[in-house]
């Protein structure tokens, strides 16, 4: 069947996101080194028009685009208006960053609008072929944007590691996808959830299949078992591309979880349910209690990562509505909190220094007492302690769990937030209690230096972490209406 009017439409934002990366690939060739104010702020434009075309197009019910390949939904349309906010976040954070290291090229900004695309179409994906291109797109574009410090060894060998963890992921959700579609027929979700709903019996082959493509998008996630590139990406990465990496493919997992699992899956809820089980717990435990070792503030947030990773998979897991939105509202909650704590990382940063061990934080407060209160207050909301956002998003997620007679999976994920609060509140420690000395002291300071949009917008990002904190009726009222099942 050929495409109509209305298939156009509801790919609007990929084909207007895809036309102006082609425009500002084609201006950076004009753009001479070190005059990146058109691709700066033409990024900045491509990306307000985005979130102006995805608000016209925000309808209360979905509809399926290209024979049932795309689908369009208000969940999506509100996890990609959060992408399109974290991604021009990342771009004004990481302007100064990499203009002081040469690394700022028109380059970035296509990389980037790039991986946003990947994470839109697998936002939208309602078929395996889809979901794959969403994948690969994204994937290809993080591996450049992490190795984009070429003379750095350190960089490039996180790049490799994640490439190759990439192509095993991308690998395995390929074997998961033939294996679905040898034993029925079909890549499209909805076809795939009427077809198991109505009885067939299709077979080991198919629950295998499904397992390998939960378990490769756990790396999306960065859950276990595909948990191991974080840590060293998070390190050798830019801070900059840090925090895309670490926040919007988290965005797009989420929503291809609710894809497969919930809109395509969720009368079979009782066979997939277990397999998030293992996999949230394990990525409970690993965050929680590898964290605790790292000196690095870096590889902290990456195991930190892994926690709140888990957290999510288990307001999934529940199978109720109250648990679908508690696991958005928390995953919103995350990329807030982990942009606002690598802003501050990037901040505290210059040319020739990294701020990326705990130690580089002793004695911010009599540095700098505001940022280190912006500082304190993404800890304290992602230890849980109220009343920053943290906490009513693990309070969702555990009122879930007990709401759905899962009151043993509630008490673990009790525990594990306490012992992870230990990490949280050491950084806190060092920023208030210990003393830098004098050359430390002068790095602070000299990194405080910083452009005052940077230090503006990290500023709104601390006070949105306390005001949703404050009141989080709005976000919560928000993911209720949006998640419609």
Not at 168 to 188: D, E, P, Q, R, V
Not at 282 to 297: C, D, P, R
């Amino acid at each position: 069947m050929a495409p109509t009017a209305n298939d156009y439409i509801a790919a609007l934002p990929q084909i207007f996101l895809l036309g102006m990366s082609c425009v500002l690939l084609l201006a950076a060739l004009f753009v001479k080194r070190g005059r990146d104010e058109v691709l700066h702020y033409g990024s900045l434009g491509t990306i307000a028009g985005l979130a102006i075309i995805t608000g016209m197009l925000f309808r209360g019910h979905s509809i399926l685009a290209f024979n049932g390949m795309l689908i369009q939904d208000a969940m999506g349309d509100v996890l990609m208006l959060f992408c399109y906010a974290i991604t021009a976040t990342v771009m004004v954070y990481a302007r100064p960053y990499l203009r002081d290291r040469g690394l700022l090229s028109g380059e970035f900004y296509l990389l980037l609008l790039l991986a946003l695309l990947g994470s839109m179409v697998i936002i939208q994906s309602y078929n395996f072929i889809v979901l794959y291109l969403g994948v690969e797109l994204l994937a290809l574009s993080l591996y450049t944007l992490v190795a984009l410090a070429r003379d750095d060894g350190t960089a490039s060998e996180a790049a490799m590691k994640f490439f190759v963890l990439g192509a095993i992921a991308a690998g395995t959700l390929l074997f998961g996808m033939s294996l679905i579609y040898g034993m029925t027929g079909t890549l499209n979700i909805g076809v795939l959830a009427a077809h198991l709903s109505g009885g067939h019996d299709v077979g080991l082959a198919v629950w295998v299949g499904l397992g390998f493509v939960v378990v490769s998008m756990a790396f999306e996630l960065g859950a276990v078992p595909f948990h191991m590139w974080l840590p060293d990406v998070y390190e050798g990465a830019p801070s900059s591309m840090a925090i895309f990496v670490g926040s919007v493919p988290k965005l797009a997992a989420f929503g291809f979880f609710m894809r497969l699992l919930v809109q395509g899956l969720g009368d079979l809820h009782s066979a997939w349910m277990w397999i998030l089980v293992v996999i949230a717990v394990a990525s409970l435990a690993i965050g929680a209690i590898v964290a605790i070792a790292q000196t690095n503030i870096k590889r902290m947030l990456a195991y930190s990562t892994i926690n709140h990773a888990g957290f999510i998979l288990l307001g999934i897991l529940t199978g109720t509505a109250e648990g679908y939105r508690a696991a958005l509202f928390y995953t919103i909650a995350y990329v807030i909190m982990f942009a606002g704590a690598f802003g501050v990382i990037i901040l505290l940063s210059r040319a020739g220094f990294e701020a990326e061990n705990i130690e580089d934080f002793k004695g911010l407060n009599e540095r700098s007492p505001w940022f280190a209160f912006v500082m304190l207050m993404m800890m304290f909301s992602m230890a849980g302690v109220p009343p920053f956002i943290g906490f009513f998003a693990k309070l969702e997620i555990i009122r879930a769990l007990v709401g759905s007679g899962l009151t043993w999976l509630a008490v673990v994920a009790v525990a594990f937030a306490v012992i992870a609060a230990f990490y949280y509140l050491y950084v806190a420690k060092v920023m208030y209690f210990d003393r830098a000395d004098t050359s430390e002291g002068k790095q602070v300071e000299q990194g405080l230096q910083g452009p005052a949009d940077i230090k503006l917008l990290l500023s709104v990002n601390g006070l949105v972490v306390l005001g949703l904190g404050i009141f989080p009726g709005g976000l919560l009222t928000l993911c209720k209406a949006v998640i419609g099942f």
